[in-house]
């Protein structure tokens, strides 16, 4: 279970309470907000945390908006500009204007590979062959994060990218052995669907035993198309480029999102009024990150909405959070057409 990893990282004692995880989580929201006054333009004049009074402080820090982070990333920057080991440029769909920049240290760009690591170990087994159809082959990109992250699981990944011609990916599947196969949700939906229309369905499921999709939003159709095509594990990884790729892994047990919390603090706020929601309403998810170096986020608004989900049916004792929301649910949530 993730449970074990997030407490390893966390430096606390097996088996983890959650108590000793929310007082680590507070002494590291301190230390992340005593980082960013000190060392970022953006977060310089915030004010700082009391050793005590945890959570009432936090959280009534002002929030960080995705147009803020696009404005002036730089001023974000914890580290000298000589420390940035990446630069990460996000052009996604639905922003305007500039696009966001993303700095990672060395020291992130190895938390990331740890996440990948522990994430994977929910969904690969010793003995599968990985393909990924993420895009990129630059070093310190996901494909390259990821791949790390598997190899130190001894499990090995090759890099195919997103597919033009689907014969060559279904010929390179079975060349190739893969057993597992890791991309964007809509890139893995239309493969499945492709290898339906060209009969080679059957082959492939024989081969076949769990996919990870990833996206902002990923459709019951997706999940349910490629599980009947391909008679595999559907997983899911929910995180953004914002957060250097750390978020919530799909749990095989509760079917819900259990939440990075060594990497990543976690809210649910009425996306109108900006107020903290209760566990088990629908809101907007704000993120913290806990180990981001660079650049860290304080109360990022992620524009995602989710619940925080009472109680792990599964014994988890990590944050829980539900699927994200489609477009059409934010929008009525935020009160829009
Ligand atoms: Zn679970």
């Not at 990948?116 to 990129?136: A, H, I, Q, T």
């Not at 992620?302 to 599964?314: F, H, M, N, R, Y």
Request: hydrophobic share 35%; proline share 7%; charged share 30%.
């Amino acid at each position: 279970m993730l449970d074990k990893a997030v407490a390893q990282r966390a430096g606390l004692e097996m088996p983890p309470s959650r108590e000793e995880l929310d007082a680590w989580q507070a002494r590291r929201l301190k230390a992340v907000v005593d980082l960013a006054r000190k060392k970022s333009r953006f977060y310089k004049d915030i004010p700082e945390l009391p050793e005590k009074n945890f959570p009432e402080a936090f959280k009534a820090l002002p929030f960080t908006t995705p147009d803020e982070l696009k404005a002036d990333p730089g001023a974000f920057l914890c580290v000298p500009p000589d420390d940035v080991d990446r630069i990460t440029t996000l052009t996604t769909s639905g922003s305007t204007g500039m696009p966001k920049r993303i700095f990672s240290s060395a020291e992130d760009l190895e938390n990331t590979v740890v996440h990948f690591m522990w994430g994977m170990n929910e969904f690969v087994k010793k003995g599968d062959r990985v393909l990924s159809l993420y895009p990129g082959k630059t070093e310190y990109g996901l494909n390259d994060l990821l791949k790390k992250g598997l190899e130190r699981l001894g499990v090995p990944m090759m890099i195919y990218g997103v597919p033009d011609d689907h014969n060559d990916l279904f010929k390179t599947i079975r060349e190739e052995r893969i057993t597992f196969i890791a991309g964007p949700a809509p890139v893995v939906h239309e493969a499945a669907l492709i290898s339906r229309d060209l009969k080679q369905d059957d082959s492939l499921a024989e081969q076949i035993t769990g996919v990870l999709v990833s996206a902002a939003f990923v459709s019951d159709s997706c999940r349910s198309d490629i599980r009947d095509i391909w008679h595999c594990d559907v997983d899911e990884h929910y995180a953004m480029t914002e957060t250097g790729f750390e978020g919530a892994v799909s749990c095989p047990v509760c079917g819900n999102f259990h939440v990075w919390e060594c990497g990543l603090y976690y809210e649910i706020i009425d996306p109108v009024t900006g107020k903290e929601l209760p566990e088990g309403q629908t809101g907007e998810l704000v993120v913290t990150t806990l180990d981001r170096r660079a650049m860290p986020l304080i109360r990022y608004r992620t524009g995602d909405i989710t619940k925080v989900l009472p109680q792990s049916a599964c014994g988890s004792i990590l944050k829980t959070i539900e699927r994200v929301h489609d477009r059409q649910e934010k929008k009525r949530l935020r009160g829009r057409p």
